[in-house]
């Protein structure tokens, strides 16, 4: 069993911060949300979000009138793009002072999400850019309250401290974690999500994946990290066919929101390891991917690179996938079921399949290495994450 892997006289820090709201109709939250943030003097709030999603989804007609009621003055920056960068938060700043937000509010999925994360902070630090912030050189220790409406079923960014903005001169794409960026509130509403295609849900529902594979098998992983991760692929695996299968499933998206959630709160305690460390070069060269598809594409080679160190973990967690506990299965074998899983969800690309050759490799793993904050991730995993290894994991995703 896991526990088995647990270093019981190790210290474990237990993190769920964030109050969240889930549930078919919890926008409706979102009333009492601004009354109580009214109660606490917040007067200003600058919506951070995409072009069209904070409308098509049915958010906006909630939170408008909210808005409204409860006296906050308003504005909305809504060109957050996939993989936002810094130029876009700059821009959603710059929209934000003119108004005296004094409260930031994120709607849509990890990319507005995390850009309302950055200028929440950066409203705390008038002299600073987002370019100072993603290079790591700002000691954030407040933030503007952030509420994050969520409107995908994958990264978590609404009960967690982590941001990501990309710098694009630099094709670096750091993670930024700071105790100011939790949410005060979050919601979590599967009515939102229905409109979620078909690739897209699968590529959020992997994500979450991804966060628990690594979070549970981190050098700092906590009981926590390794409880949700287990239930997070339980409910990924049984409901992600149903969504493919029809997207106004409802009850389906309610528990991938779910996962998505615990998946979130997961990484938050286990923190995270090679998959995200790797893959954020792999965007941050090729803005237009999507970060699900990147982290399945890596998802069996790290999973093989690691199992040896974390069997029973995985073998735990990915019960639901591997099926019955093996004593022989080997690396290889978990590997390879990984893929065929991700198959059968739809996923079958390889990084040659999305424009990446052999000759890349040599630059991936420099960014892996070199940019700011993905040191960090690398160091915990459970295994030496030294260059020969990214470098072989990026080959065999090739």
């Not at 109580?36 to 995409?50: D, F, I, P, Q, Y």
């Not at 930031?104 to 999400?113: L, Q």
């Not at 309250?145 to 094709?171: K, M």
């Not at 979070?215 to 906590?222: D, G, Q």
Request: hydrophobic share 45%.
């Amino acid at each position: 069993m896991w526990e088995n892997e647990m270093n019981i006289n190790e210290v474990k820090e237990i993190r769920v911060k964030t109050t969240a709201y889930l549930g078919v109709g919890a926008i409706e939250k979102i009333d009492d949300i601004l009354a109580e943030m009214a109660k606490r003097g917040n007067k200003s709030c600058v919506l951070v979000t995409g072009k069209n999603s904070y409308k098509s989804s049915g958010a906006w007609a909630a939170v408008e009138p909210a808005l409204k009621k409860h006296g906050f003055k308003y504005a909305i920056y809504d060109e957050v793009k996939p993989n936002p960068d810094v130029h876009q938060v700059n821009a959603a700043l710059k929209l934000a002072k003119s108004i005296d937000a004094d409260t930031v509010m994120g709607i849509g999925g990890g990319s507005p999400i995390d850009a309302a994360k950055a200028v929440a902070c950066l409203l705390k630090y008038p002299n600073e850019t987002a370019e100072t912030l993603a290079s790591l050189t700002v000691d954030v220790r407040d933030a503007a309250p952030i509420i994050a409406i969520n409107l995908t079923h994958g990264t978590g960014t609404e009960v967690d401290r982590f941001s990501v903005i990309t710098i694009p001169e630099q094709e670096f794409k750091p993670a930024l974690a700071y105790e100011a960026m939790y949410p005060a509130f979050a919601i979590d509403d599967p009515a939102l999500m229905v409109s979620l295609g078909k690739a897209q849900s699968t590529y959020v529902s992997i994500d979450a994946v991804n966060h628990v594979t690594e979070a549970a098998t981190t050098l700092t992983a906590n009981p926590l990290a390794v409880l949700t991760a287990g239930e997070t692929i339980r409910l990924v695996a049984k409901y992600l066919p149903r969504v493919r299968e029809n997207g106004n499933d409802m009850e389906a998206r309610y528990y991938l929101a779910y996962a998505a959630l615990i998946a979130g709160t997961s990484f938050d305690n286990g923190l995270l390891h090679l998959t995200h460390a790797m893959e954020h070069p792999l965007s941050a060269v090729k803005t237009d991917l999507t970060h699900g598809l990147g982290l399945a594409i890596l998802l069996p080679a790290v999973v093989k690179a690691i199992f040896d160190e974390r069997r029973e973990t995985i073998l735990s967690i990915y019960a639901p996938i591997l099926g019955e506990y093996q004593d022989d299965i080997n690396a290889d074998e978990v590997a390879q079921r990984i893929r065929a899983w991700l198959a059968s969800v739809g996923v079958t690309e390889t990084l040659k399949d999305i424009g990446f050759e052999h000759k890349d490799v040599e630059k991936l793993t420099h960014l892996a290495f070199n940019t700011p904050g993905l040191g960090g991730l690398l160091g915990c995993a459970p295994v030496k994450a030294d260059e020969a290894l990214v470098s072989r994991i990026y080959e065999e995703s090739l």
